[in-house]
C-alpha cells in the first residue's frame, strides 16, 4: 500500500495560486488529483502517467492548473492559478497501476488503489 500525504492547501482569494503537493512513499505509475466540495460528488481534476509523464486535465483544470512530477518520481505536484470560488474543496492524490493506461480510466475514482486524507483549499471572494 502506497502511503500518500498531501499539503499545500489553505486560503487563498480569488485570482490568487496553489501549489498542492502528494508526497508518496514509493514511485507509482499514475498520480490522480480529485476534489470533492460539500455536498457534491467527488472530481476529477487531472493526472499524470507514466514514465514519460503523460498529462491529462479535467475541463474545469484546462488553462488554469498544471500537473508535474519530480524526477524521483514520488512526488506530484497541481500548481494551481487564477482560483476561483467554486474551485474550494478538499483535494487528494490519488496513485494507481500500470492497468491505468488510458484518460478514461484516470478519471476513474474507483480505478485508483490508494488514497491520500486530502487538503482542503478555500478560495475566498
Known amino acids: 500500500q502506497v502511503q500518500l500525504t498531501e499539503s499545500g492547501g489553505g486560503l487563498v482569494q480569488a485570482g490568487g495560486s496553489l501549489r498542492l503537493s502528494c508526497a508518496q512513499s514509493e514511485r507509482t505509475y499514475a498520480t490522480g488529483w480529485f476534489r470533492q466540495a460539500p455536498g457534491k460528488f467527488r472530481e476529477y481534476v487531472a493526472a499524470?502517467?507514466?514514465?514519460?509523464?503523460?498529462?491529462y486535465y479535467s475541463d474545469v483544470a484546462k488553462g488554469r492548473f498544471t500537473i508535474a512530477r519530480d524526477d524521483s518520481k514520488t512526488t506530484v505536484y497541481l500548481q494551481m492559478n487564477d482560483l476561483k470560488p467554486e474551485d474550494t474543496a478538499v483535494y487528494s492524490c490519488?496513485?494507481?497501476?500500470?492497468?491505468?493506461?488510458?484518460?478514461?480510466?484516470?478519471?476513474?475514482?474507483?480505478?485508483?488503489?490508494?488514497w491520500g486524507q486530502g487538503t482542503q483549499v478555500t478560495v475566498s471572494s
Open positions: 499524470i502517467r507514466g514514465t514519460g509523464g503523460t498529462v
Open positions: 490519488a496513485t494507481g497501476g500500470p492497468n491505468m493506461y488510458s484518460g478514461d480510466f484516470l478519471r476513474n475514482p474507483g480505478m485508483y488503489d490508494d
